[in-house]
Nanobody, 116 residues
């Protein structure tokens, strides 16, 4: 069983930045497609970005420019750098690690609150 753990969330003022981390267990992390999602209160979970094993990235249009996804395969970790945060970015942020349709793992989420 792969364990996925997000960290780095917290309270930040509007206009601020945060970097989220997602650490996954296992020796084949480098082969995984990883993604960041978020779910705001009362809303459906939405995709932010994906990054492949070869570090090809794909962003949802609404996150291009402010959010950057990256990964360090040596550390089994994927990151989400967020800039110019807005109150509407308040949500629980989730990491997904996928090896196949039947090997798809989620973390417990990390809360990001943007408020003054």
């Amino acid at each position: 069983q792969v364990q996925v753990v997000e960290s780095g969330g917290g309270l930040v003022q509007p206009g601020g930045s945060l970097r989220l981390s997602c650490a996954a267990s296992g020796s084949i992390f480098k082969f995984a497609v990883t993604g960041w999602y978020r779910q705001a209160p009362g809303k459906q979970r939405e995709v932010i970005a994906h990054i492949t094993s070869g570090c090809t990235t794909n962003y949802a249009d609404s996150f291009k420019g402010r959010f950057t996804v990256s990964r360090d395969n040596a550390k089994n970790t994927v990151y989400l750098q967020m800039h110019n945060l807005k109150p509407e970015d308040t949500a629980v942020y989730y990491c997904n690690v996928r090896y196949s349709t039947s090997a798809d793992y989620w973390g417990q989420g990390t809360q990001v609150t943007v408020s003054s």
